[in-house]
């Protein structure tokens, strides 16, 4: 059983593991289960890039092991070394004593598959934005494309980018579209660089450092995607620990969430082309923003985690 050890500065007790002997585990699929125990046993908050325990674990087994995650069934019951697992248990251990997520203490996330560094400069990524490019966005997509011609999209605009990583989903997704990104946050914009620089997309992708449009003078866009910053103060205050790890910019939407998002809407018409649209992401405020928003016919987005956290609406349509 897990003992109670000193206390933080917060006043909240670190957890101390449990120390497993020589032999005890051996296989992949042993130290995930011992991570899963100790992640309950612990009452980790799972939000950032996976939503539960065993994939949590999982992700940080493969990374002690430099596997992506894809491959963990093929090895789940092959041996781990000595080093491998001490290695291994340095990370489960980390996840429960500091409560920062997963992808801190790598510095790496996945989104659609792809690897994205991060750090504490930048949220971790877990817009569903990029699965709905696939859904929504192809020519072959089930939904079929809310933009006639995907391949003529020529200029997108990725506001509030954070770690870069919709700017590089978009640049991937639109082959002939030139991406701008935005983000307030310097520590953003490096993140950003080096996101871009290791896809080597310098040359498609441009980063600004500025507040929402204000970069961009009178730019022109066939698609703008945005996330932007979309908790109110009462989600603010009951943020978990594992949040609170994150940059505050980048959750803080103001008294009801919605600050940055009625910019969006309001400065959007003088940056989309006429056969354009915007994509943002709200989280689970839909209610609100059609309350806010009556005039405006919003076209609700699901994904496979997700029911109407995003929002399409096409340039006409805004006005
Ligand atoms: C929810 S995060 C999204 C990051 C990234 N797009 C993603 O999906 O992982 C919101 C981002 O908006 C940035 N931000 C907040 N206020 C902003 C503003 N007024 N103008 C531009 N960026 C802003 C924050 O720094 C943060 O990186």
């Given at each position: 059983m897990a003992r109670v050890s000193k206390k933080t500065a917060r006043g909240r007790a670190t957890p101390k593991l449990a120390k497993v002997g020589p032999g005890e585990l051996l296989t992949l699929l042993d130290f995930v289960r011992y991570g899963v125990s100790r992640f309950v046993e612990a009452k980790l908050a799972f939000?950032?890039?996976?939503?539960d325990p065993v994939a949590e674990a999982a992700f940080l087994v493969c990374e002690a092991l430099h596997?992506?995650?894809?491959q963990f069934e093929a090895f789940a019951h092959a041996r781990v070394t000595a080093a491998e697992g001490k290695t291994i248990l340095d990370l489960l251990r980390r996840r429960v004593t500091t409560r920062k997520p997963a992808a801190y203490l790598v510095n790496k996330i996945y989104m659609r598959g792809l690897p994205f560094y991060v750090d504490?400069?930048?949220?971790v990524p877990r817009s569903f934005i990029g699965e709905l490019l696939e859904s929504h966005f192809g020519v072959d997509g089930e939904a079929g494309?809310?933009?006639?011609?995907?391949?003529?999209?020529?200029r997108v605009l990725d506001l509030?980018?954070?770690?870069?990583c919709l700017a590089v989903l978009a640049a991937h997704h639109f082959p002939n579209a030139e991406v701008d990104a935005v983000d307030i946050s310097k520590g953003a914009i490096e993140v950003a660089t080096r996101n871009v620089g290791e896809y080597r997309l310098d040359d498609r992708i441009s980063l600004y450092r500025g507040d929402?449009?204000?970069?961009?003078?009178?730019n022109k866009y066939d698609l703008i995607i945005t996330n932007p910053p979309y908790v109110d103060a009462e989600g603010m205050a009951a943020l978990p620990p594992e949040c609170r790890a994150e940059p505050k910019l980048a959750f803080d939407g103001g008294a009801d969430g919605l600050d940055v998002v009625r910019r969006i809407l309001r400065d959007a018409p003088d940056h989309l082309t006429p056969d354009g649209g915007l994509i943002c992401e709200i989280g689970r405020g839909r209610g609100l923003v059609d309350e806010a928003f009556p005039e405006l016919p919003l076209l609700w987005l699901d994904t496979e985690d997700s029911e109407g956290e995003v929002f399409w609406i096409s340039a006409a349509d805004l006005g």
């Open positions: 939000a950032h890039g996976t939503t596997l992506h995650p894809d504490e400069r930048v949220i494309s809310l933009i006639d011609d995907p391949t003529s999209v020529e509030c980018t954070g770690s870069g929402l449009f204000a970069p961009l003078g009178d």
